[in-house]
T-cell receptor
Framework: KQEVTQIPAALSVPEGENLVLNCSFT??????LQWFRQDPGKGLTSLLL?????REQTSGRLNASLDKSSGRSTLYIAASQPGDSATYLC???????????FGTGTRLTVIP | DGGITQSPKYLFRKEGQNVTLSCEQN?????MYWYRQDPGQGLRLIYY???????QKGDIAEGYSVSREKKESFPLTVTSAQKNPTAFYLC????????????FGDGTRLSIL
């Protein structure tokens, strides 16, 4: 069964710093990988979806990379802002059904 | 605007009581999902439905039930058999097919009185 791990569990950085969030998965035969943002008490907002054939996907200050062979993805956030403070989750689809396997998330705090 | 609406936002359950969480979507998606989120854990799949009148158990279906009578609606009932129901419940929908992006509602927080 696919297992998804995110390290670190929590991260605090000063405003303006560039940062990297990590996601690893045990089964490299993934179809794609999705990064989500979750604000406290809220649902998930999709940030980036990177297909298995892609190496990178960019949206504004966010850049997601994918290395299937090593079972890793990173989410790079440039010039962090206090509004970036949230929990970031990565997820991969299951091999059979259409559900997602989620990591436990990284809680990011950007200090003004 | 298209989206997923979950209600209520907060729900309290008494001992021995069944409660139903509502999930409605107007995205015209065939597939819908229910996830449970506990502190320090990732989301875990409870039930999913790929089409009307069909649904499948996920990893933690015990103590829960669902129905899918309409494309737009996928209610989740937390039964008295679920001994630890306190959690944040999230509903999602997508077009069918592996790897399709899932869109999430704002969740329902269920607590025990």
């Amino acid at each position: 069964k696919q297992e998804v791990t995110q390290i670190p569990a929590a991260l605090s950085v000063p405003e303006g710093e560039n940062l990297v969030l990590n996601c690893s998965f045990t089964d490299s035969a993934i179809y794609n990988l999705q990064w989500f943002r979750q604000d406290p008490g809220k649902g998930l907002t999709s940030l980036l979806l990177i297909q298995s054939s892609q190496r990178e996907q960019t949206s504004g200050r966010l850049n997601a990379s994918l290395d299937k062979s090593s079972g890793r993805s990173t989410l790079y956030i440039a010039a962090s802002q206090p509004g970036d403070s949230a929990t970031y989750l990565c997820a991969v689809p299951s091999s059979g059904a259409n559900n997602l396997f989620f990591g436990t998330g990284t809680r990011l705090t950007v200090i003004p | 605007d298209g989206g997923i609406t979950q209600s209520p936002k907060y729900l309290f359950r008494k001992e021995g009581q069944n409660v139903t969480l509502s999930c409605e979507q107007n995205l015209n998606h065939d597939a819908m999902y229910w996830y449970r989120q506990d502190p320090g854990q990732g989301l875990r799949l409870i039930y999913y439905s790929q089409i009307v009148n069909d649904f499948q158990k996920g990893d933690i279906a015990e103590g829960y039930s669902v129905s899918r009578e309409k494309k737009e609606s996928f209610p989740l009932t937390v039964t008295s058999a679920q001994k630890n129901p306190t959690a944040f419940y999230l509903c999602a929908s997508s077009t069918p097919g592996r790897g399709q992006p899932q869109h999430f509602g704002d969740g329902t927080r269920l607590s025990i009185l």
